[in-house]
Nanobody, 124 residues
Framework: QVQLVESGGGLVQAGGSLRLSCAAS????????MGWFRQAPGKEREFVAA????????YYADFAKGRFTISRDNAKNTMYLQMNILKPEDTAVYYC?????????????????WGQGTQVTVSS
């Protein structure tokens, strides 16, 4: 089993930055693809970004392109999401996920393991 714990969320003003972390434990996620999703109040969970096992290939939702950067450190069993130029509409609970597939096959059917989420609130 893999346990995922997100951290780094908080309250930030519009235009600011946050760096989310997702620490995995239980076993190594070195061979897994990983991703970030978010869910705003009253909305469905949506894909934010994903990264393959090596960290070489990344994928982003359109709203994240140019502002968010996903990365991972397999030696630390940790994934990151650097979020810049944050907007009020980025306010949501952010979840990390690990998928046993080494490569990102689908972002709509992704994730065998999920974290509990971390709240990101962007004030205007």
């Amino acid at each position: 089993q893999v346990q995922l714990v997100e951290s780094g969320g908080g309250l930030v003003q519009a235009g600011g930055s946050l760096r989310l972390s997702c620490a995995a434990s239980g076993r190594t996620v070195r061979g897994y693809s990983m991703g970030w999703f978010r869910q705003a109040p009253g909305k469905e969970r949506e894909f934010v970004a994903a990264i393959n096992w090596s960290g070489i290939t990344t994928y982003y939702a359109d709203f994240a392109k140019g502002r968010f950067t996903i990365s991972r450190d397999n030696a630390k069993n940790t994934m990151y999401l650097q979020m810049n130029i944050l907007k009020p509409e980025d306010t949501a609970v952010y979840y990390c996920a690990a998928d046993t597939s080494a490569h990102v096959v689908s972002t709509s059917n992704f994730g065998d393991y999920w974290g509990q989420g971390t709240q990101v609130t962007v004030s205007s």
